[in-house]
C-alpha cells in the first residue's frame, strides 16, 4: 500500500461497519487531514510499526461525527493543527484509542493552541480528564510508548499520569506557572519534558 493507495482506501469507506488496514512494519506512509468521520477504522501494523508522516503540512487526523479511529503499532509524526489538535482533533461523538502507538514532532499552532498532539473538543469544551480530587482541562498529552500511561499537562500548570483506564496516578502540582501547551516523554517512559 503506497501513501496515496492508503488515503484513496480510507476516503472510500462507506457505513460504520469496521474496517480495518494492515500497514507494512518500518514504512513510512504520508498523511496529513485524513477524516474519519462517520466510519469505524482501524490501522494497525506490528513489530517495529508503521509510521505516518504528516510533512508538517496539517495534523494527521479529524476524528469527528461518531468516527472510530483505533490505531495499533502505528506511529504519527510531523502533524500541524491550527489552534487545536497538532497530530489528532477528536471532536463531535469521535472516538481514538491507540496500542503501542506514538505521537511525536507534533504541534498546535496559534494565539491560544492547545493539544499538541491530540485536542478532543465537544460542543461544552475540551474534554476532561477527571478524577475525584481534579477536574482542570488536559491541554497537552503524550502516550507511554507502550500505552500503559498517558500524561498530561494542563490549565493551572500541573503534569499528572494516567493509567490507560484514566485512573490518575500521580501528579506534579508545580510545574508551572501558567498552562502548560506541550508534553512529550522519553521512549522508557522514565522522563517527561513540558
Same mark, same amino acid.
Given at each position: 500500500?503506497?501513501? %496515496?493507495?492508503?488515503?484513496?482506501?480510507?476516503?472510500?469507506?462507506?457505513?460504520? %461497519? #469496521?474496517?480495518?488496514?494492515? *500497514? @507494512? #512494519?518500518? @514504512?513510512?506512509?504520508?498523511? +496529513?487531514?485524513?477524516?474519519?468521520?462517520?466510519?469505524?477504522?482501524?490501522?494497525?501494523?506490528?513489530?517495529?510499526?508503521?509510521?505516518?508522516?504528516?510533512? =508538517?503540512?496539517?495534523?494527521?487526523?479529524?476524528?469527528?461525527?461518531?468516527?472510530? *479511529?483505533?490505531?495499533?503499532?502505528?506511529?504519527?509524526?510531523?502533524?500541524?493543527? +491550527?489552534?487545536?489538535?497538532?497530530?489528532?482533533?477528536?471532536?463531535?461523538?469521535?472516538?481514538?484509542?491507540?496500542? +503501542?502507538?506514538?505521537?511525536?514532532?507534533?504541534?498546535?499552532?496559534?494565539?491560544?493552541?492547545?493539544?499538541?498532539?491530540?485536542?478532543?473538543?465537544? #460542543?461544552?469544551?475540551?474534554? =476532561?480528564?477527571?478524577?475525584?480530587?481534579?477536574?482542570?482541562?488536559?491541554?497537552?498529552?503524550?502516550?507511554?510508548?507502550?500505552?500503559?500511561?498517558?500524561?498530561?499537562?494542563?490549565? %493551572?500548570? =500541573?503534569?499528572?499520569?494516567?493509567?490507560?483506564?484514566?485512573?490518575?496516578?500521580?501528579? =506534579?502540582?508545580?510545574? +508551572?506557572? @501558567?498552562?502548560?501547551?506541550?508534553?512529550?516523554?522519553? %521512549?522508557?517512559?522514565?522522563?517527561?519534558?513540558?
Amino acid at each position: 500500500v503506497t501513501s %496515496s493507495e492508503l488515503r484513496v482506501a480510507i476516503a472510500n469507506i462507506s457505513g460504520f %461497519s #469496521p474496517v480495518t488496514l494492515h *500497514l @507494512q #512494519p518500518g @514504512q513510512t506512509y504520508v498523511a +496529513h487531514n485524513i477524516r474519519v468521520h462517520n466510519i469505524n477504522l482501524t490501522l494497525k501494523s506490528n513489530g517495529s510499526g508503521a509510521t505516518l508522516d504528516a510533512l =508538517k503540512l496539517w495534523r494527521c487526523f479529524d476524528v469527528a461525527q461518531s468516527g472510530q *479511529l483505533h490505531l495499533d503499532h502505528i506511529h504519527l509524526t510531523n502533524g500541524k493543527g +491550527h489552534e487545536f489538535g497538532g497530530c489528532v482533533l477528536v471532536r463531535g461523538g469521535g472516538k481514538l484509542t491507540m496500542s +503501542h502507538s506514538t505521537i511525536r514532532n507534533c504541534a498546535a499552532m496559534g494565539t491560544d493552541a492547545r493539544g499538541g498532539g491530540i485536542a478532543a473538543w465537544e #460542543p461544552t469544551g475540551f474534554v =476532561k480528564i477527571a478524577s475525584a480530587s481534579n477536574t482542570d482541562d488536559m491541554h497537552a498529552t503524550a502516550i507511554s510508548s507502550d500505552g500503559t500511561l498517558i500524561f498530561s499537562g494542563d490549565n %493551572s500548570g =500541573k503534569i499528572k499520569v494516567w493509567d490507560s483506564t484514566l485512573i490518575l496516578v500521580t501528579e =506534579k502540582r508545580d510545574a +508551572h506557572t @501558567q498552562r502548560i501547551r506541550s508534553v512529550a516523554v522519553s %521512549s522508557d517512559g522514565t522522563k517527561v519534558v513540558s
